[in-house]
Structures are given as structure tokens and as C-alpha cells.
């Protein structure tokens, strides 16, 4: 019923950058508008837990950052094109992980439980 489908992930040197992008189709987001869904990234590196990166409201108005991230990374959307993205500047190789992208109907939050759709991640490595 719903599709999120992660791209432009690959391996960068520290202080590059990187752009994500997530495509969102399926019978759910036709009945009710993509508008409508709050939508994420979280990384998930190796033998850690899940964790929230960005968030963004489903009118794109309110967006919120995880401390390690904020001021390198943007998250934006584009509900004419059912679109996500997150553009990441001045890497590190702490942030190498696979990203995902989620969609919640319930709530605006950075909270994994909330998010009822998953991508099927796109891997990010940074090297030093």
C-alpha cells in the first residue's frame, strides 16, 4: 500500500556532502494526501540502534534536527512530487549508517514508534 524508496546514498571523505532522496507512492498516499504524513530520516549504524536524524511537518513548515546534525544537515520536501530529502554537508565519519526514510500519519515526532512506514535504507559511508 506504501512505498518509500531511499536513493543517492554512497561513500564521500570527511567534509563532503551528500543528497538523500525518498520517493513515496502507493494506494495510501493517494486516498490521503502525502501532505498529510509527517516524514523522517533516522540512521541505523552497524551494531547500534536506530536513531532519529530529521523530521519535517506535512506542510514542510516545522522541521526539526538531532543535535548532532543540526547546522549540516537540511531536510525538505516537495508534496507535488510526493518527494523527501535530506541534503547533508560537512561529513563525518560518525554519521556512516544506513538512512531511512519514514512516514507518520499519527504524529510530528522523533520517535521511530511513531512512524508507520519504512524505506529500505540507502547506505552513507564517510571516510576520514
Known amino acids: 500500500q506504501v512505498q518509500l524508496v531511499e536513493s543517492g546514498g554512497g561513500s564521500v571523505q570527511a567534509g563532503g556532502s551528500l543528497r538523500l532522496s525518498c520517493a513515496a507512492s502507493?494506494?495510501?498516499?493517494?486516498?490521503?494526501?502525502?501532505?498529510?504524513?509527517?516524514m523522517g530520516w533516522f540512521r541505523q549504524a552497524l551494531g547500534k540502534d536506530r536513531e532519529f536524524v530529521a523530521i519535517?511537518?506535512?506542510?514542510?513548515?516545522?522541521?526539526a534536527y538531532a543535535p548532532s546534525v543540526k547546522g549540516r544537515f537540511t531536510i525538505s520536501r516537495d508534496n507535488a512530487k510526493n518527494t523527501l530529502a535530506l541534503q547533508m554537508n560537512s561529513l563525518k565519519p560518525e554519521d556512516t549508517a544506513v538512512y531511512f526514510c519514514a512516514a507518520s500519519g499519527r504524529r510530528f515526532g522523533p520517535r521511530a514508534d511513531d512512524y508507520d512506514y519504512w524505506g529500505q535504507g540507502t547506505q552513507v559511508t564517510v571516510s576520514s
Open positions: 502507493g494506494r495510501t498516499f493517494s486516498i490521503s494526501s502525502y501532505s498529510n504524513y509527517a
Open positions: 519535517i511537518t506535512g506542510s514542510g513548515a516545522n522541521t
